[in-house]
């Protein structure tokens, strides 16, 4: 069965500081990989999302992630991040089998202004 | 535009108590989810239902049935509620199961004393 582990729980960072939120997932198959966002007091919504084809996907609010095959990893990243980028975010993953999506424990990112 | 649309958004039982959570999607989405999120644990699926006619158990079932009442409906319920379910709960739906986008509610918050 495929898991998925974000490494950080909390990440702090400087408002136009640039971050890394990081994602490893493991599984034997094929994978889509998922990353999501929850503004406080909200329900999840999709920042962006590999399926196939290129290995950087771009998101909204200027987000960006790179699907590593051999390092089985999907970092988040943003190159200067706002005060509005303060939520917490969840990697996940889905192996295709038919089976709901796995996601991981969540990274808190807090800017700071 | 509704979405996926919870109710009730707060509620507050005592132990042994029972009440059920209702969760409505206008999309027209084959899957719904019922997760429950709670604080460095992450979303925890407790059951979906791939389509109309399904439920299958997810990670943590204990305490909990649900129904999938039609294509647009899936209802969480609690038959004796203990304060080990005091969580915030999720729905979501996404048109097919693990390869779609999730869209999700906007939370259900539980205390059971």
């Known amino acids: 069965a495929q898991s998925v582990t974000q490494l950080d729980s909390q990440v702090p960072v400087f408002e136009e500081a640039p971050v890394e939120l990081r994602c490893n997932y493991s599984s034997s198959v094929s994978v889509y990989l998922f990353w999501y966002v929850q503004y406080p007091n909200q329900g999840l919504q999709l920042l962006l999302k590999y399926l196939s084809g290129s290995t950087l996907v771009k998101g909204i609010n200027g987000f960006e992630a790179e699907f590593n095959k051999s390092q089985t990893s999907f970092h988040l990243r943003k190159p200067s991040v706002h005060i509005s980028d303060t939520a917490e975010y969840f990697c996940a993953v889905s192996d295709l089998r038919n089976t709901p999506l796995v996601f991981g424990k969540g990274t808190r990112l807090s800017v700071i202004a | ?113």
């Open chain 2, 1 to 113: 535009n509704a979405g996926v649309t919870q109710t009730p958004k707060f509620q507050v039982l005592k132990t042994g108590q029972s009440m059920t959570l209702q969760c409505a999607q206008d999309m027209n989405h084959n899957s719904m989810y019922w997760y429950r999120q709670d604080p460095g644990m992450g979303l925890r699926l407790i059951y979906y239902s791939a389509s109309e006619g399904t439920t299958d158990k997810g990670e943590v079932p204990n305490g909990y049935n649900v129904s999938r009442l039609n294509k647009r409906e899936f209802s969480l319920r609690l038959e004796s509620a203990a304060p080990s379910q005091t969580s915030v709960y999720f729905c979501a739906s996404s048109e097919q199961l693990a390869t779609g986008e999730l869209f999700f509610g906007e939370g259900s918050r539980l205390t059971v004393l």
